[in-house]
């Protein structure tokens, strides 16, 4: 029965997926799904290496990330946001195909918000609709854009507790896989080794001597 309750309680969430989104949408003023937002989807915008280093040496939120960047993400969140939810509610919660996998399953029948395109499954079908984002997403943008400008102002703080809860992780990921990883040592082999065991200096001492006693040999015969 508790495994029934835990399996309804994490769907649950999915049948509020837009409220979720409003929640993120309401910006630093809650903390803790901002917090979600910049670990798990700010970066992808961003791209993880480049975001990872700013996070090192970033003061403030410009010195982070622009406006623009926060603002696309936001965009982005709100513009897929059904749909993948929808796919979460196909896949019961298994939706990580491999990479450079295009299977079906993964697809979703929900439209994006603001944009059109995406994969192409059946290359016989053609659609002439214009692709990329609307002018609703465009002018939506520019209004998450003033919107992140002014919560950015508003809540200075949100930034400096976040960079320091960031930093700490990555220290503990770096520690722990210098753990994980031992640096290999590679095998090296003196051939000029007086410990040697392969013969080498034996067999140049044999050459040696032979030909020395080939030179001896060779002298008496000639006399």
């Not at 979460?88 to 399953?105: F, I, N």
Request: glycine share 6%.
């Amino acid at each position: 029965m508790d495994k029934i309750a835990k399996s309804k309680d994490k769907h649950a969430w999915a049948d509020r997926s837009y409220e979720l989104c409003e929640v993120i949408q309401n910006g630093r003023r809650n903390q803790k799904m901002y917090h979600i937002f910049y670990d798990r989807f700010l970066p992808c915008v961003v791209k993880k290496s480049v975001f990872d280093h700013q996070v090192s040496v970033a003061t403030n939120d410009s010195t982070l990330c622009t406006v623009s960047d926060e603002a696309f993400a936001l965009l982005l969140l709100e513009n897929s946001w059904e749909r993948w939810v929808d796919i979460y509610r196909l896949q019961k919660g298994k939706v990580t195909p491999k990479r450079g996998q295009k299977r079906r399953e993964f697809e979703s029948d929900v439209p994006t918000k603001y944009t059109k395109g995406g994969i192409i499954y059946n290359k016989t079908v053609k659609n002439k609709d214009p692709k990329g984002w609307s002018a609703e997403g465009i002018e939506r943008f520019n209004e998450l854009y003033d919107k992140v400008k002014k919560d950015r102002k508003a809540n200075k703080g949100f930034i400096k507790g976040w960079l320091k809860e960031r930093r700490a992780k990555l220290l503990h990921g770096t520690q722990a896989s210098k753990r994980k990883r031992p640096q290999p040592q590679a095998r090296i082999e003196l051939m000029d080794s007086e410990g040697d065991d392969s013969g080498n200096d034996s067999a140049s001492a044999n050459l040696g001597s032979h030909d020395g006693t080939s030179n001896e040999s060779s002298d008496e015969e000639i006399e």
